[in-house]
């Protein structure tokens, strides 16, 4: 297994109070990429949090054949690279096929795999086989003990680095507190996507035809508090300096240029939550 992985892996493990991954959905040039993974470094450093970057190659799960998919693997790996070495700051990217993963392991320290295929075995398998940190998000068909068995995948094929991340955003279907709880039976981090949990697929009408994902912007601070007190592991969002603008999912991206205030306000909730820790309940009978 890859060292660097598993040194990253701890540390984010152990990050207090928690950590963050963030960036913006898709890769829309390198000035961008390079621009805004400079700012929100700054921001994470700030407010004290370990930061991980985020961004995609390729959307291809995207509700519309119009909708925007981004640069390609071949591109976008290597403006992923240049943002490594320009900031020292690790990598968080998805996969889609098993064929990508060889190619995205040389560059992305944690590998996403997407919530629609977080039960494809070979997907798993050949993630794990990288070496890197395997990140799996939950489908928003699955029970939260689904991931126990997926997360099981990654180890049975020889790779102890996993997390877990939950979202849910099947129309308006809410987010259950619960599966934060139940999902530690995974025995790894647990991930809170803010803000792909108030995504609203086929929600709004494109020009000339079609739909593309709609969102509620407004309600990320809800959901991102209501995790954060649970006392998830780390928090996963994306953010835009021009929300309204961005190509993809832009009614679910958080602005920079609020992400400081947000971050400040869940780092104190984090601070006095005991979510991760067990209540100890005691029913033995109670007398005054």
Known sequence: M????AVLFNKLKAAQPLFLMAGPNV????E????????IKAVA????????????????????????RGPGMAEGLKILEKVKVAYDIPIITDVHETIQCEAVGKVADIIQIPAFLC??????????KTGKIINIKKGQFCASTVMVNSAEKIRLAGNPNVMVCILSHKNDLVVDPRNLEWMREANCPVVADVTHSL???AGKTLEGGGVASGGLRELIPCIARTAVAVGVDGIFMEVHDDPLNAPVDGPTQWPLRHLEE???????????SKGRQKFKIDLTPYRI
């Open 32 to 39: 961008h990429i390079l621009r805004m993974a400079g700012q």
């Open 199 to 201: 995504q609203q697929p």
């Open 2 to 5: 890859d060292s660097s992985s």
């Open 119 to 128: 039960r494809q075995t070979d997907l798993l398998v050949a993630a794990a």
């Open 262 to 272: 947000l971050l400040e306000e869940l780092v104190a909730i984090a601070r006095v």
């Open 27 to 30: 890769i829309e040039s390198e």
């Open 45 to 68: 450093l700030k407010v004290g949090l370990p930061i991980v970057f985020k961004s995609s190659f390729d959307k291809a799960n995207r509700t519309s054949s119009k909708s925007s």
